[in-house]
């Protein structure tokens, strides 16, 4: 089952990323999803970039039904106040989104490997957002991504209730069961190399929900 809203306003976009587990402020899901499959994430996180992906692989039915979340949040160098050897800070940040369907062959997961080769349609959703002393959002572009990742380790770990990733005003949240490795992600991400820590999750004895939430 699925909710797209392929038209929305929105008039926030992000700061640095945080991740949060409280209850967030009333807002609208602009996409649901109930599956049944697996999914991979990868996350990357510091003081000049976040990088978050999600790639769901619907197994309910006889096809499969491929949706793919992408947040990509960088300093704008421009703004930079750096301590030699340390880190940087920024005054401004510059973020791309991306989510929707994707057509069936551009992404697959398994409980070893998951992989994501497209380049999103009109039909996807997209923003272009610059944090500085307020928020600007406008409707952004779509660019490849070109992802694979691989399992690693022998540990498998089991997953319940609800998760949340809060970045800037909006929510991924993800509420059910599933059992997940560990993985690396490899690979490109709007033509920017990423290699980032994740996970293959697999939720074949139950459903699995996604949401994201905007303001």
Known sequence: MRIISLAILLAACTEQPEVSTQTQAA????????????AATAQLIDAGLSVTVNVIDNRVGPS????????????????????????????????????????????????????VRTTPGPTF??????????????????GPVDLRWERFGNQRYFQSGIQRTVTGPYTLQTQGTSWSSHALATGTILGHALTAHGTLDETNQGTTTKDLFVP
């Open 27 to 38: 807002s609208a899901s602009v996409f649901h999803e109930v599956f049944q499959g697996g």
């Open 125 to 142: 959703n997209t923003l272009h957002c610059v944090s500085e002393i307020g928020y600007t959002c406008e409707p952004g572009t779509t």
């Open 64 to 115: 499969h039904e491929l949706y793919l979340y992408y947040e990509y949040t960088y300093g704008d160098p421009a703004t930079a106040t750096c301590n030699p050897g340390t880190y940087c800070t920024y005054t401004r940040y510059i973020s791309d989104y991306g989510w929707g369907l994707l057509p069936e062959g551009d992404a697959g997961v398994s409980p070893a490997t998951a992989f």
